[in-house]
Every structure is written in structure tokens, then in C-alpha cells.
């Protein structure tokens, strides 16, 4: 076995991050763990609200200084960059890590054209000279597919499709050659069959650059054919993490149920009531004590109100999850056949 090749190229060890608000204080991130292979995918689920994207952004240090308190370590091929300047991190920002935000309209520079947006951070990282910074950029817009390349460069972004937007989007995101590549919620305002493109482009270009990849998304059916791996969140914590495959076919937390049960499915009646989770996230400056989804979930116990479930193992390699009464247990069945007398 090749342990360079298998061995973590990120990991995240009990990163919390803070934020200081007039109401008191968020615990937007509130310790979690997970490690990232080189070449790998791992998809961040979960509702809006539960923290998925602060940790993208916590991650590589994109968060306001002021008023912001993280811990943990943010190890990087051995280097931790929890406490790294912004100076310092421009050094990892693009060359290093690379994020494709969720809305290109108010990411992208509306009054730059395309081609100087993509070549500016060419010149500033890689140091190219200005011809060799636009043909490079022509080059990556026909790598992510924009039809009469050379035309677009000199265009707004105004001037273009939702989908073309997202297209540049990548296209700045890889100019560098990151190996690891964050994209958070990439295909939200995109119809459905431009969101296919999409997640097959980032894919595509994530294996023949050897990228890693951390997919933020609130759908598990988006990750299910796009990642290695699947973390859950809810309320700035993890919930369950394993690989894809075991996730749908060994599901154990009640809220990663729920989260698949609310998507539509294609193979049910015109009309049909969607699925919904009960209650609302809740409030991160005072979280209820014990399981945080213990006031949403229909199988909780007096335990789940008092005390918080650890991260446990599951059956298969992997897969941890964090509840008390999972899913298969004797306690879950009885809850289970009790609800379905009820109704």
C-alpha cells in the first residue's frame, strides 16, 4: 500500500468557530473532526443553518477577523493554518485551496470582464506575463466548457447565462491548480439539467487534476453520485459521516433519514405532500442541551434532552454516527410501530 497516497492531505481536528453577536454568542461550528485524501470527494450535508458553510469558509480562513473565534487545527500537509494571517494565507488561497461560491452574480466582479477576472489571480500567484495570463484563461474557459471561448473573456457578467456564470466561476477556482477544491452549494440557482453539467464538470475536472474535493450541498441526492464520502450536520455539529455507499444503504441517525425522506421523489403521484422535518433549527446562542435534534425528533427519549450522544462506530468501516436510538435498534422499531399506530 502507498501511504503517501492514503494518508490525509487535510485534516480537521475539533475546529469551532464563534462569532461574537449583541444577542450573546453563535456557535455557528461547535467541534468537528473529519480528515480529506488527495483525489477524494467529501460531501457536507445538512439543513441551511447547521454550519456547512462557515466550516468550508473556516476552513481556509475566509471569515471576518473581528468578532471571530475559532480553535482546532486546520492541518494541511502537515501545516496548520487555524493561525495564519491573511498575508500568509494568500500563499494557500488559489494555489493551494480554491472555493467556487454559491451565487456567481454577486461573487464575480460585475464592472471586470471575465477574462481579467480569471487572469488577474494568474498573474498575482503564478507570476505569467499578461498574453500568457489571457491565453491561459481563453484555455480554461474551453476546459469548462463556454462555447467561442475567446469572445467571453471580453464580456461582463451580466452578458452571460446563470450557467455560463457558474462556468467562470470554476474556471477562476482552477486557474491555479488547487488540490483542494471547496465548492459550496454550486448548482443552487441553476435548472435541473444545468446542475447535471455542472456537478459532471467539477468531477471531471477533480480527477484529471488529482483535486481533492469538499462538496457543501443541503441535498443528500446531489452527493449520492458525487462524492467518496458524506458528513452530516446539524447545528454546527457532525452527526454521521461514512462512504456514500454505506450512508444510503446503512443510514443510522434519525436526521439523516428525514433529510433523505424531504426530497422529492420522481416515482410518486402528481401532488403528493412533500416530506418536512418538524420545527426549526435551533437558536445556536442557546442550544438545547443534550441531542440538538432531539426536540425535531420523533424518536427521542428523555436521555436525548439531557445528555449529547458521542460520535460512535458503526458496523462498517467508516461510518460513525451520533445517536442514541438509531436507526435498526429495538428502541427505534418500537418508537417506529408506536407512531404507526398513532396515525
Known amino acids: 500500500m502507498n501511504t503517501e497516497q492514503n494518508s490525509a492531505l487535510l485534516d480537521i481536528v475539533d475546529i469551532k468557530t464563534h462569532f461574537e ?33 462557515i466550516l468550508a469558509r473556516s476552513i481556509m480562513g475566509l471569515l471576518p477577523r473581528r468578532g471571530t473565534h475559532r480553535e482546532g487545527a486546520v492541518m494541511y500537509q502537515g501545516d496548520n493554518l487555524i493561525d495564519k494571517t491573511p498575508q500568509e494565507m494568500r500563499n494557500i488561497w488559489g494555489r493551494e485551496m480554491a472555493m467556487i461560491f454559491q451565487d456567481p452574480m454577486t461573487s464575480l466582479n460585475p464592472l471586470m470582464k471575465v477574462g481579467k477576472q480569471i487572469a488577474e489571480p494568474l498573474m498575482s500567484h503564478l507570476g505569467m506575463e499578461k498574453k500568457t495570463a489571457w491565453d491561459t484563461a481563453e484555455k480554461l474557459l474551453r476546459d469548462v466548457r463556454i462555447p467561442e471561448a475567446e469572445r467571453r473573456l471580453s464580456q461582463y457578467p451580466h452578458e452571460l447565462s446563470g450557467g455560463m456564470r457558474q462556468r467562470v466561476m470554476i474556471a477562476i477556482a482552477l486557474a491555479c491548480g488547487p488540490t483542494v477544491l471547496f465548492a459550496d452549494e454550486p448548482t443552487t440557482a441553476l435548472d435541473v439539467t444545468v446542475q447535471a453539467q455542472i456537478l459532471e464538470l467539477i468531477n471531471e475536472q477533480r480527477r484529471e487534476r488529482n483535486m481533492s474535493l469538499v462538496l457543501v450541498t443541503h441535498d443528500l441526492g446531489v452527493v449520492a453520485g458525487n462524492t467518496d464520502e458524506i458528513a452530516v450536520m446539524y447545528a454546527g455539529k457532525l452527526v454521521e459521516k461514512a462512504p456514500t455507499k454505506t450512508l444510503f444503504a446503512e443510514m443510522r441517525m434519525p436526521y439523516t433519514h428525514s433529510l433523505l425522506e424531504s426530497i422529492p421523489r420522481m416515482d410518486q403521484p402528481a401532488h403528493t405532500r412533500l416530506a418536512t422535518i418538524p420545527g426549526r433549527p435551533p437558536d445556536m446562542v442557546h442550544p438545547p442541551k443534550g441531542c440538538r435534534f432531539a426536540p425535531r425528533c420523533a424518536f427521542a427519549r428523555d436521555r436525548c434532552h439531557t445528555q449529547e450522544p458521542p460520535l460512535t462506530p458503526g458496523t462498517s468501516p467508516g461510518h460513525t454516527f451520533a445517536c442514541f436510538y438509531p436507526i435498526g435498534s429495538a428502541e427505534y422499531s418500537e418508537r417506529r410501530v408506536e407512531l404507526s399506530r398513532a396515525n
Open 21 to 53: 453577536t449583541p444577542r450573546g454568542v453563535v456557535r455557528a461550528v461547535d467541534g468537528v473532526s473529519f480528515d480529506l485524501v488527495r483525489g477524494k470527494s467529501l460531501g457536507i450535508v445538512g439543513e441551511s443553518g447547521s454550519g456547512k458553510t
